[in-house]
């Protein structure tokens, strides 16, 4: 076990409950830290309250327990965060700057910050979209984060702060429900097939979107904070793939297993926000840098899957 005390923000979310066990593994004390009062698993090791826009309670925490590496995952997502956009860029935004702020003020040895394949816009190579292409995003949850990609690389070289990140294309797990995500769909499809052998999607059913199963993103994001730190060329945040797919192809794998399966369309606002987005994804820099390489297709996913999304 490692001696290092980490603490995750937004540890109650779909990546945070995932990643806070995977760590515990490694590591001797890690913090979990959310607005939300900690549930299930978490609640085994230690948790804090904390809202990551009050920077006074931040840094009384990071002093508290002698935090020496963040993962910084609290952030509103695209689809709640269209709803309500000036709230999601003070959240996205001003929460960054402080975890940034208070991690430079107590010389902390690195920081996490997950960015999101939403920096692309709709003038973005589509299919393979490179690692340096046009970004033009046009939610408020994109733009967020493509300028917190610009406040990471901007602290790495002005402040020499050891940040690092990773664009992570839609998530699919079974231990917690998604939060306000276009790709939610892919999550909640598994569930509805359980329960109901049914599922009303709100995308069209040839909209493709990288994708990528939680074990892989969990590895993957360790992986790169475990680099060394002389691997790590990009400091914005690196393209980072799984596997691509469309509402038709998780269909024709559910029925696989589940014949009588049954899936209906009816888009609504999110079809323009994935619309924008890349339908696959290049992570040649991340492949050649730390070693990344996925581990589940969409066949092996949806075996998974349907044994556990209950």
Known sequence: MQSDTVLVTGACGQIGTELVLALRKIYNNVIASDLKDATGELQDGPFERLDVLHRPGLNDLVKKHKVTQIYHLAAILSATGEKNPEFAWRVNMKGLRNILDVSMENNLSKVFFPSTIAVFGPTTPKVNTPQYTVMEPNTIYGISKQAGERWADYYFQKKGLDIRSIRYPGLISYKTKAGGGTTDYAV???FEA?????????????TALPMMYMPDAIRGTIA???????????????NFSGMSFAPKDVAAEIVKHMPDFKITYKPDFRQSIAESWPQSIDDSYAQQDWGWKP??????????MLANAR
Do not use: G, H, Q, V
């Open 188 to 190: 909640d499809i598994y």
């Open 194 to 206: 359980n329960e109901k052998k049914s599922y009303e999607c709100f995308l069209k059913e040839d």
């Open 224 to 238: 790169l904070m475990e680099a060394p730190a002389d691997k790590i060329r990009i400091r914005s945040a690196y």
């Open 295 to 304: 581990d589940f297709d969409l066949a092996k996913m949806t075996t998974d």
